[in-house]
């Protein structure tokens, strides 16, 4: 090992402006405001609304953003990846267009999609890129546009999701600082709890699969809700344990924002107590690859050097994971 470890050393987001609240959903599908936070514990949610914007432009947003804090210029970013299951288009890659928009002339870039565990995922590809030497500024991009595949008339679904993005700055440290440790897993058999059926190579678009509104979000609740309490928990558990950590030594637990149930339950597992989580569900909803940084920009101005975060998420596909960070700036 060369002693390098990869820091995030800043932060962006970006929300759309528009709101949707859980009075005017249920004017829209037959739920309502009690149902939705007895069971997830969403108030709102954000929506990209013009249609002529999609995933990159968000992610741009997020990236200008986390220039601009961090006095970055855009040319000496050398690889942006960007975390998502909404890109713009099957191809060119959505990391492309935001390069682009965003004038990181310089950069390559890439997609990953690991669905709600794209951050963690990618966290932990940026990082190997930084830990060989090679790299000295990476971006590592969470966006999704969940309301472009989501279906309006489902109730099960469309409470859930919101629309968001946000952007982190990853560079070399050689202090105690950076992200310490990973623990990446996967589980193809969930695959048929939690998809999208049509629009890929196994079924490619027809008149059939959009009449049959199959380019839409399917899930089967309960066996994704109990998959995802056990595995995140266990994750967050495994890499404490592995690390000798104890609740006491965690600043925060940084955990998707998929379900308030699936937080707590994780948290208990932990030992934390409720100011030891990050929490903004209930302002954003699940915004897929978004949540966690997101989280992370919703909370930046509270981080201290040296604070010890275990990020956690779990996906469709079945994915999970958790990251143990060492935050490496205090706020400014």
Known sequence: ??????????????????????????????TSDEWIMQRIGIKERRILKDKSKATSYMGTKAVKELLEKTG?????IQLLVCATITSDMHFP??????C????????????????????????ETCRRFIESGAYKKVILVGADKMSAIVDYEDRTTCPLFGDGAAAVLLEPATGQEGIIDSILA???????????????SLHPPTHETVDAKQHYIFQEGQPVFKMAVSKMADVSVEIME????????????????????????????M???????????????????????????????????????????????????????????DPK
């Open 1 to 30: 090992m060369s002693g390098i470890k990869a820091a995030i050393t800043g932060v962006g987001g970006y929300l759309p402006s528009y709101v949707l609240n859980n009075d005017e959903l249920s004017r829209m599908v037959d």
């Open 72 to 76: 970055t210029d855009p040319l000496d």
């Open 93 to 98: 890659a959505t990391a492309n267009i935001i």
């Open 100 to 123: 682009e928009k965003a004038g990181l002339a310089n950069a390559f870039s890439f997609d990953l999609n690991a669905a709600c565990s794209g951050f963690v995922f990618g966290l």
């Open 186 to 200: 996967v589980d193809g058999s969930g695959a048929k709890y939690l998809y999208m059926y049509a629009g890929g």
């Open 242 to 269: 592995r690390n000798h950590l104890s609740h006491k030594d965690i600043r925060y637990l940084v955990p998707h924002q998929a379900n308030m149930r699936i937080i707590e339950a994780t948290a208990r597992r």
């Open 271 to 329: 030992n934390l107590n409720k100011e030891q989580v990050m929490i903004n569900i209930g302002r954003y909803g699940n915004t897929t690859a978004a949540t966690i940084p997101l989280c992370l920009w919703d909370y930046e101005k509270q981080l201290k050097k040296g604070d010890n975060l275990i990020l956690s998420s779990f996906g469709a596909g079945f994915t999970w994971g958790s990251i143990y960070v060492k935050w490496a700036y």
